[in-house]
């Protein structure tokens, strides 16, 4: 491994992410390249948390851009403050300044302190040092802003007519999330370095809730990513991420659990289940079948047997409706 990637992976690690190879590589090559990285995977797998970390690992600033459906350019770019210029007009009128033509009145309001500026034209006029562009969850802004996005991933320039051209100083790092609800374009993809990030394997579960709950005995932490590998094989309308494993060691954690037992697991399901189905699906005797053949197996025959309890329990279970 270059010594340039060890030492991106150990500023993650040194966040609290817990960091492979591939990804420790893609991050190095982004900056590298001065690429933006697209990262694809399913909620809850680590995406948003890199650009988090990245930033805070190269102590700058994180710039957020949420995507929604039916988000604009004006609402990514820029906008004026309307209210601002009304009162600035309402003032004038009333304190009689005369003598200013329309043409000078106008550039007064549509000049910098009127203008509020929305994360891309923020991360472009970064004053001081590149910060992190997070462009989160692309996949839900329509295709019409995606268009848009590629344009200002080009040049890193905006032209707002009534100022001019600003122009980035310090190109943003840019990070792009996607949960794959729908498939992203071509050109986009072109533009990006890609990285999918999968659900973790047990050894990378154990790690994270290791170091994101504080205090976990690795017993408990084994356990916690032990049950979580069967139940992401289990069918279920949501399966969950690494969000929820965090949420439920803290949960047990915080009844004061140091292992898995029934009464506590079924307690503490709302943490991991987050839909009434699900919940059925798995509480009572399937909880224990989970921990009692979890309990049974040397964590390294995990991986492979995982598959197969959560096949057992899939065939328990009348036929989702
Ligand atoms: N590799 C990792 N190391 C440490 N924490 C992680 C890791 N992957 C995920 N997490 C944690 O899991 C949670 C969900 O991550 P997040 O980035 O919000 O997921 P996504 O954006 O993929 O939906 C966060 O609390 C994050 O800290
Ligand atoms: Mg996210």
């Known amino acids: 491994m270059l ?4 030492e991106i992976q150990s500023r993650l690690e040194r966040q609290h992410y817990v960091t492979d190879r591939a990804i420790a590589t893609t991050v190095y090559l982004a900056m590298e390249l001065r690429k933006p990285v697209l990262i694809e995977g399913q909620a809850g797998v680590g995406k948003t948390e890199i650009a988090k970390v990245l930033a805070a690992s190269l102590e700058t600033e994180l710039i957020r851009l949420q995507c929604y459906e039916g988000l604009d350019a004006s609402s990514a770019l820029y906008e004026w403050n309307y209210p601002k210029q009304m009162l600035h007009i309402r003032l004038q009128e009333a304190a009689h300044v005369e003598g200013r033509s329309v043409r000078q009145a106008e550039a007064e309001i549509f000049s910098e302190p009127y203008l509020l500026q929305r994360p891309l034209l923020r991360a472009i006029s970064h004053p001081d040092r590149a ?7 692309v996949d839900r802004a329509d295709e019409e802003f995606e268009a848009f996005l590629l344009e200002v991933l080009s040049d890193f320039q905006v032209t707002i007519p009534e100022l001019g051209t600003v122009k980035a100083e310090h190109r943003p790092y840019v990070v792009l999330t996607s949960n794959r609800t729908r ?13 999918w990030i999968d659900y973790p394997d047990f050894e990378k579960e154990v790690r994270i809730i290791e170091s994101k709950v504080e205090g976990i005995n690795h017993h408990l932490a084994e356990q916690v990513a032990g ?21 439920w060691a803290m949960s047990l954690m915080a009844l004061h659990a140091d292992h898995l037992e029934p009464e506590a697991v079924n307690a503490t399901l709302g943490a991991i289940l987050k839909d009434r189905d699900d919940v059925n699906r798995l509480s009572g005797t399937r909880a224990e079948t989970i921990i009692s053949e979890i309990g049974r197996l040397d964590p390294k025959d995990l991986a492979t047997a995982a598959p197969s309890i959560a096949q057992r329990i899939d065939k328990e279970l009348a036929p989702r409706s």
């Open 131 to 137: 910060p992190v562009l997070l462009i989160d969850e």
């Open 3 to 6: 010594p340039q990637i060890a």
């Open 183 to 195: 498939e992203l374009s071509d050109a986009l993809k072109r533009r990006c370095l890609y990285l």
């Open 227 to 247: 049950f979580m590998q069967v139940v992401r094989r289990v069918r279920l309308g949501k399966t969950p991420g690494m969000a929820e494993s965090i949420d």
